[in-house]
Each structure stands twice: as structure tokens, then as C-alpha cells.
């Protein structure tokens, strides 16, 4: 297959790779196809002078430069054009704490690891992707939607997995991983959630009363889509703060 343009020999030589892959290591590899695996089948059908020839209608020559400018393009169009999908964080972050549940991670260079192995085997979240449309959803279109999830190389993989523990710092303990791997209850949605805001908020405070645990819940419920949560752990202090010196008052 001939390419119409420099973007589409880029798109040629990323869907030989079916891996994740930097946009530095992806220059190198486009070069080394150019004129590797795509030199050998269009000689075969033509000659060499003509392969040149047609490097020259795609506007690339041996010069690096145009080589690079060639995959950066592919790589905006793949990558930038779609970079704020408003579920990015929410999609990638239930596959760490899926991770770190299904191989028990006990380190940051295991859950790296662990993620990665769920990201890229065939059994992992690749089937779960194609699920229904394996004779439509090829191989090379999968790199492409974690591409643009966000995830395009092994190293933001490993800034994934930091954001993620940023929230989490205690995930590789067992209690925590417990936590994780429960399901919710019946109507009550994200209830894992609820499990470590009730947790964190114990630490501040170790016996909660009936009615300071109904306040949690209303954090909960009320901004568990807007806030993190550490900061409905901090809201929750403000309540306990208030109402402390709200108590004082009564009694001077």
C-alpha cells in the first residue's frame, strides 16, 4: 500500500508496531521503516530511483528534519486534538486501582509494572476493548485509544501511577487493598470510596458519633464528583473545627 501523504506512510509504519510508544522512539522506528520494510515493497513493485521520486511528492527527504516534522503532525492529530477527554482521569485511575486489586501490588515498581501488564496483554483491558468488535477493532486502534486517553508511552504510565498514589499513599497496604477490591453495596454507589473518606476522617478523629458519620456521608454524596478525597476530608475538619468552637462558646 502506497502512501498519499508523509502522515499516512507515519500512520503505516505506527500500525506495524502494536505497542506503546514514545514520539522520540516513534521517529526512530519511522525512519527505519521508511526505509526498511516500505523500501522493500515499493522496489519490489517499481524501482529505486522511483522510491526517491515519491519521497520527494511526500515532501521527505534524507533530512531528519523532514522526517520528525512528519511524525510530529501524526502525532498532533492522533494525540492533541482529543487530550482533554473529560473522562481521562476517571477511566484511567479505575484501571490502577483494578490493577493494584487483581495482582496485589505491593510497591510503586510493581503497580508500574502491573498496570502496564493490564494495559497491554491480550487477556487484559485489550479483550474488555474489543469485547463485541474483534473484527472491527484492530490491534493498532487500541494503541491509538489509550493514546488518546492519555497514555502513550511507558513513561506516562509511570506518571499515571504517581498521580494515582498521590491520592492513594497508603494503597500498598492490606487493609487498603481490601478496601479496594470490595464491591459496593446496593445503593450505595462508589461505597469503597465512602470506606476510605470514613478511614481518613477516623484518623482526625477516632470515635465519630452517629451524627458525624451522617455528615460524611452528605460530604460524600453531595461532592464526591467535584472534590478529591482529601479535600472532603479537609471540609470534613472544617466541621469538626466549627462545631468545636461552637461548643466552647456555649460553655464561656
Partial sequence: MLAKNAVD????????????VSLDRLKESF????FGNYQEAFVRRFNLEK??????????TNCRRDFDKAVDEWY???????????????ILFNLVKEAIVEYQSQN?????????????????????WQSGYRNERA???YFKYLMKLGIRSLEDIETLVDMWLVEYPNAFQKKQQQLFANPPRRGRPNNVELALLVEKASQLKPELT???????????????????????????KKYISSKSKSKDTQVG
Fill in 51 to 60: 522510491f526517491y521520486e515519491h519521497l520527494d511528492q511526500l515532501n521527505l
Fill in 31 to 34: 525512519i527505519a521503516f521508511v
Fill in 108 to 128: 510503586r515498581a510493581d503497580l508500574i509494572r502491573d498496570v502496564t501488564k493490564l494495559l497491554t496483554l491480550p487477556t487484559g483491558f485489550i479483550a474488555r
Fill in 210 to 236: 452517629s451524627q458525624e458519620r451522617e455528615r460524611l456521608r452528605k460530604i460524600y454524596y453531595y461532592h464526591r464528583k467535584t472534590l478529591t478525597l482529601r479535600e472532603m476530608v479537609e471540609k470534613f
Fill in 139 to 141: 490491534l493498532p486502534n
Fill in 9 to 20: 506512510l507515519v500512520n503505516l509504519c505506527y500500525e506495524e508496531t502494536n505497542c506503546l
Fill in 76 to 90: 498532533m492529530i492522533q494525540y492533541g486534538c482529543d487530550s482533554k477527554d473529560a473522562n481521562f482521569h476517571e
